[in-house]
């Protein structure tokens, strides 16, 4: 994490990165044409509370909710993956 100089005026910026905002959740990546990442983050807030969405840069987004909604986070995903032209699953690195 990088602060700014103490004397530069702006705030502190805190990022969490994805793999620790995760931990402990179902976790799916799909990935989308850049310019569909908006309309896929509001899918999913609308979602009301069923998963968090993560969008780090591009079009690759990182869906996570609660392991015992999995079934539901899934299908949330599939359903994207269909309604986005050229959207896929990104297949997930166990070692992660």
Same mark, same amino acid.
């Given at each position: 994490? $990088? +602060? =700014?100089?103490?004397?530069? @005026?702006?705030? =502190?910026?805190? *990022?969490?990165? &994805? /793999?620790?905002?995760? #931990? ?10 850049? +310019?569909?990442? *908006?309309? &896929?983050?509001?899918? &999913?807030?609308?979602?009301? @509370?069923? $998963?968090?969405?993560? $969008? ?8 996570? @909710?609660?392991?015992?909604?999995? @079934? $539901?986070?899934?299908?949330?995903? /599939?359903? &994207?993956?269909? /309604?986005? /032209?050229?959207a896929r699953f990104v297949p #997930?690195? #166990?070692?992660?």
């Open positions: 994490m $990088a +602060l =700014p100089p103490a004397d530069s @005026g702006a705030k =502190p910026r805190y *990022v969490l990165p &994805v /793999e620790e905002a995760g #931990r402990g959740l179902y976790v799916c990546e799909i990935e989308v044409s850049p +310019l569909d990442v *908006v309309y &896929v983050k509001s899918v &999913v807030e609308a979602s009301e @509370g069923l $998963a968090n969405v993560f $969008a780090e840069s591009g079009g690759t987004i990182t869906i996570a @909710g609660p392991p015992d909604r999995a @079934g $539901a986070v899934m299908e949330l995903a /599939e359903d &994207v993956v269909r /309604e986005c /032209e050229g #997930r690195d #166990r070692g992660r």
